[in-house]
């Protein structure tokens, strides 16, 4: 099983960064993909989704900043995330949705901070 998320890093507020991840086909293939984050002290939340086909849905938190992409050749989903705040601070995750894998991966952090 791989749920492996990259791409995360340090960011000043209104900076932009990439993430990807590269899931293993029996979670990806024919899945929602979702991108979901963990801040300190909160509970994990869904930020955008995907499906097989493309059509993507977002958090209003992130509606109009963040898109999410998938390339099914390559079993990798990506999120970019644009005008970056400093409440998007989190672990970032992908897995699937709406029925996740109980294999989340280590995430990739993104602090957004000046």
């Known amino acids: 099983v791989q749920l492996q998320a990259s791409g995360g890093g340090l960011v000043q507020p209104g900076g932009s960064l990439r993430l990807s991840c590269a899931a293993s086909?029996?979670?990806?293939?024919?899945?929602?993909m979702g991108w979901y984050r963990q801040a300190p002290g909160k509970q994990r939340e869904l930020v955008a989704r995907?499906?097989?086909?493309?059509?993507?849905s977002f958090a209003d938190a992130v509606k109009g900043r963040f898109t999410i992409s998938r390339d099914n050749g390559q079993n990798t989903v990506y999120l970019q995330m644009n005008s970056l705040k400093p409440e998007d601070t989190a672990v970032y995750y992908c897995?699937?949705?709406?029925?996740?894998?109980?294999?989340w991966g280590q995430g990739t952090q993104v602090t957004v901070s000046s």
């Open positions: 897995n699937r949705w709406p029925r996740v894998h109980e294999y």
């Open positions: 086909g029996s979670i990806f293939r024919n899945n929602v």
């Open positions: 995907i499906t097989s086909g493309g059509s993507t």
